[in-house]
């Protein structure tokens, strides 16, 4: 899927797996926690960014079989979702 035809939503679960796998990176190889050290202070906030990036990665999982609506509905070869294969 090209960046074009990405809707909003699928961009901020890309930018959201991203955080998160940059994130764990981060832990592997210098064991530091960037999320942690940004939002440490706020543990509600750090929450929040822990539950929307686990959030993102299932769909980011359910994207991989089924491709986003918004992409069909943005195609200008005419067909519709249903008869694309």
């Known amino acids: 899927m090209t960046a074009s035809k990405c809707c909003p939503i699928c961009k901020l679960v890309g930018l959201l797996v991203i955080v998160g796998a940059l994130n764990w990176g981060g832990i592997g190889v210098a064991g530091v926690n960037y999320v942690e050290k940004l939002l440490g202070a706020y543990p509600t906030a750090l929450?929040?960014?822990?539950?929307?990036?686990?959030?993102?990665?299932?769909?980011?999982l359910v994207m991989c079989f089924k491709s986003c609506p918004c992409a069909c509905k943005s195609d200008s070869s005419g067909s519709s979702c249903s008869t694309k294969k």
């Open 47 to 60: 929450k929040v960014v822990y539950i929307l990036v686990g959030v993102a990665g299932l769909l980011k």
